[in-house]
């Protein structure tokens, strides 16, 4: 039976000006939600460079491995990053961006490229990416940023059952840096969540009072780890000296 190709709603766009690779759309394209279109621009780019490059060194054959560890939306996600770090390098050929374009928007659970013939230069490249990790963290980024909203939910839900006091909540931003912000920011949505709530109580409940700290740590690292993923994930691959043993 074929593969049944995932029904995409959007399409996101790579290498155009001022686009940018975001964890939503590499969460997107990993679930198959979203296709992938290359930019006209930058595949004339591509090939204007590759054309008048005086280091171009002969092609080489390539396989490009996919851990096996990988999920299956882990392997697109990891696909997703290197095409747009080859795309980004300015020193890549428009073969591989083409094809990894071709396999994703393809929908088959068949995402071994084969053998590719590639420069060297796109061989420093693909060593170096660390596209698969920067594929992973997008999707992680994605869905921690989901996780963050449903968890300061689920702890208004709480404090309503368990009838507590949620005068821990009362925190404000001094503005003289001795506040934490993210602690004060979960403190102001799950008062705005809880508002007007006639089940909340006095009963002292410490796994209530501990929200803010939690939940506002929890808030602290997504938020570091988006910048990180958002700067990686827009960063050009670098080909270096190839060393072949």
Not at 3 to 29: E, M, Q, R, Y
Not at 81 to 99: C, R, Y
Not at 177 to 183: A, I, M, N, T
Request: charge should be neutral.
């Amino acid at each position: 039976m074929a593969d049944k190709k995932p029904k995409a709603s959007s399409v996101i766009t790579l290498g155009g000006k001022g686009s940018s690779l975001s964890a939503a759309s590499v969460f997107a394209v990993a679930n198959g939600l979203a296709q992938v279109r290359i930019d006209s621009s930058i595949l004339d780019k591509l090939k204007s460079s590759s054309s008048s490059s005086n280091r171009k060194s002969p092609p080489v054959k390539f396989h490009i491995p996919i851990p096996k560890i990988l999920t299956f939306e882990e392997s697109r996600a990891f696909l997703l990053a290197l095409l747009n770090k080859l795309l980004l390098s300015g020193s890549a050929s428009t073969v591989l961006p083409v094809l990894i374009s071709d396999v994703l928007n393809a929908g088959s659970k068949n995402l071994d490229l084969g053998e590719v013939e590639v420069s060297a230069e796109e061989v420093g490249i693909l060593d170096k990416s660390c596209a698969c990790l920067y594929g992973i963290c997008g999707i992680l980024d994605y869905e921690s940023s989901a996780l963050s909203t449903i968890a300061n939910v689920v702890a208004a839900m709480s404090s309503e059952a368990s009838k507590a006091d949620v005068g821990a909540l009362n925190l404000m931003d001094s503005g003289d840096g001795l506040s934490v912000k993210d602690e004060v920011g979960v403190a102001s949505d799950l008062k705005v969540l809880l508002n007007g709530s006639k089940l909340v109580g006095k009963v002292e409940v410490d796994a209530v009072s501990e929200i803010p700290k939690i939940h506002g740590s929890l808030r602290e690292v997504v938020r570091m780890v988006l910048l990180r993923t958002r700067v990686e994930l827009n960063s050009g691959g670098k080909s270096g000296e190839i060393r072949w043993g």
